[in-house]
């Protein structure tokens, strides 16, 4: 016998918890084609060089897939945005720019197992290539709101920045260009480490002063009033880097257009201490945190992506996106207690005492299901009304119909309503109509 | 730069197939929770021992997958049956029987790309776990029917048979019981091989005579005037083994519960030359066939796999079900042309030509997405009417709002109807009520 288990950093969702995942995932479909992307899916291999890069020195852990005696080098896909652009170079003549899509898949990354990292995870992406306008980063700002509040969230906020004003620090705190990129995956640790750690690694590592450290500080703390106030006083702070400046007026354009599009201003703020982790992004970046459990990170992020599709191609394609981490945020919700499980999606449980009734049962049940009523016939091995009883109460049936001798006899069912613990003896004929008015059908 | 492509046997969808396809998965979904089966997901990566249950000649080829570094032997799934029955083995507390759950999800195996044959393929499992009884084999069939018809497919054949009558083939034809395996493995391969092809190597592998031959081909070929004549007809040539007489009274039972639950006899048959390939069937078996387009082979197929769970547990749990190639499902589709693509899920373009107009722009979509009506802004570089409609027509949008210089003025809107070729002005107010008006919403 082999011990039935997972490895490591790997889950199941059995049905309880699969059921509601589902509608989550149902919800955050229909609010992506409300906005007009359409769906795009692509292998969970793709050959080792795409997702690299080709980068020899290629940092995050990836998982190898091979058969048997064949040579080709194929992966497991760590994202959706590395496929997505290697789609829009591989197909010019079907694709046409702007182009929306969206993709639900799983991706498989070798993290460390810990509460609420997997290895294999669920992400839900919105991209839109081939769109330069800040008016579309605005639109997935819109959506991250959008999508939040139908999946019946209400304590979130959006934190956007640009990574262009990130890269007038050098310039503003004073330190080498080169250690640009060290400097923003120490920001982007901040708020699971704190101050104090990324503080030190920087003395340490990077050899801040400080002097250095207090202007970084007071840089990544500062906030205005509002967006407008915020970006204004960017723009104090920062006139001395003409990057800086194209990300501050960036970020004015997406305020309008934010705005425009209806977004509350509470639900969003201009964060200077955004960084995000991702190598790819070049302009506006985002975020989203659960403001009575921050300590999980964000659950939906992105940004704008320039030049990844140049990677695949000799044109230079600008796109910008986001993506739901479907998984953490379900962990969240459970945290929150904002998950209601459910243990079956059936409303109706056909009860089955004996053969001779058997083949009436599957008649009422086949009559429930035409009538678009989702049913299921008692299959198991109980062969008492308590024990099937009892089986209907576990799985929550709202309603049970079943067919003693009696009701045998005169062609009727006994058609029970669980909730409010009635039953009611009716013709077979007349069952559907009973059924469809215990439950408001 | 690298250059944009795919492994071998593997695909993408783009989305004019996403979005159709999509639509199939909805259908299959709805139909199954119409019968009551609840979802249930597992990861794609599992335990090698998990997947080969231990059998060091375990022939299928599987794609191993690992880490840098780490130990774990981890491998790519190749169905949904086998992580069902550890996961029914892994949760006795959490997971009640008789339990009836279905799973979509991706599978890989390195088979031999081939048209029609992929490495990455989506699954559509739906399985009764707990019940030996017939009337959950005659449910599986009654929701292949069932989903087939929601599909828009009718030329379709459900073919049912029982591994336990093809048991009794040894003593009927007069073989080595020992041979059996092979023999069904060969039985599996006519449809697509031919009795020509399977005969020769029955004749050089197995030494069968001519006159065995010519009793197997016999067998194979029974068929009687309907479902209840050919097992008659069963009944009659297998009485001598008492395996092959179970199994035509466990299909007499099919036949009746199958009439019960409302499956038109014309649309499903008892064939004698079904064998299905995988090594865990245990008694009834059925595929799917297009009768339009037999060589693509089945699209939905399974059967009873009573002894399966037991490779994880110590308890034995009877279990039967089948899975949907939704990938060949979708190959065989489009070769029948029943495929209709799409290219968009939105159905209202607004068009954006100047900065001024922009905010306004954005206003207008949030409000369309407000009344639930999909909506694009126009996000692409053409700037002049004439562009931007020829994109919103090569998108297949039904309708498009615009506002040009006089629009702006006036603070109205030209709502354009794109199959009429009609174009209304109406007040910016008033946009929602006469989109809806020409959708028919």
Do not use: H
Not at 172 to 187: N, P, S
């Amino acid at each position: 016998m082999i011990e039935p288990r997972l490895g490591a950093g790997l889950r199941d969702y059995l049905p309880a918890e699969a059921i509601v995942r589902q509608q989550m995932f149902d919800t955050i479909r229909s609010v992506f084609e409300l906005f007009g992307f359409v769906p795009l899916d692509t292998p969970g291999l793709e050959l080792e060089e795409i997702l690299t890069g080709g980068d020899l020195n290629f940092k995050m852990q990836i998982f190898r897939a091979r058969l048997r005696n064949e040579e080709e080098n194929l992966s497991l896909r760590f994202d959706l945005t590395v496929p997505l652009a290697r789609v829009i170079a591989q197909y010019p003549n079907e694709i046409k720019l702007p182009f929306k899509r969206y993709q639900v898949g799983k991706v498989w990354r070798g993290e460390k197992p810990q509460a609420g990292r997997f290895r294999e995870f669920v992400q839900f992406d919105a991209d839109i290539v081939g769109s330069a306008k800040m008016s579309s980063d605005a639109e997935i700002i819109s959506l991250m709101y959008e999508t939040m509040t139908r999946l019946g969230i209400s304590e979130f906020l959006i934190r956007v920045n640009n990574r262009k004003v990130l890269n007038g620090l050098p310039e503003y705190v004073g330190f080498d260009k080169e250690q640009t990129t060290e400097v923003l995956r120490l920001i982007d640790k901040l708020n699971r480490f704190g101050w104090e750690n990324i503080a030190g690694e920087m003395k340490d590592k990077l050899g801040f002063s400080e002097q250095q450290l207090s202007l970084l500080k007071s840089f990544l703390d500062f906030q205005g009033d509002n967006q407008t106030e915020t970006v204004k006083g960017i723009k104090k702070l920062m006139d001395k880097s003409p990057t800086a400046m194209e990300g501050a007026r960036e970020l004015e354009e997406i305020i309008e257009n934010v705005r425009a599009l209806g977004v509350p201003d509470e639900k969003w703020t201009i964060d200077l201490s955004v960084a995000r982790g991702l190598g790819y992004y070049t302009g506006p970046v985002f975020e989203t945190v659960l403001t009575n459990l921050p300590t999980i990170g964000s659950v939906f992020s992105g940004g704008r992506f320039d030049d990844l599709i140049a990677r695949f191609s000799t044109t230079s394609i600008p796109a910008t996106g986001a993506s739901v981490g479907v998984d953490r945020l379900f962990v969240a919700l459970q945290k929150l207690g904002l998950v209601q499980t459910k243990r079956t999606v059936a409303q109706v449980l056909v009860l089955n005492f004996d053969k001779e009734s058997e083949l009436v049962c599957q008649t009422i049940v086949s009559q429930l299901r035409r009538a678009a009523i989702p049913t299921n016939l008692y299959l198991g091995k109980e062969e008492t009304i308590k024990g099937q009883l009892a089986f209907a109460i576990r799985e929550e049936y709202p309603v049970v119909v079943l067919i003693g001798s009696t009701e045998r006899e005169r062609k009727s069912a006994a058609v029970r309503d669980m909730r409010s613990r009635t039953q009611t003896e009716v013709a077979q004929t007349e069952i559907v109509i009973k059924v469809k008015e215990i439950l408001n059908l």
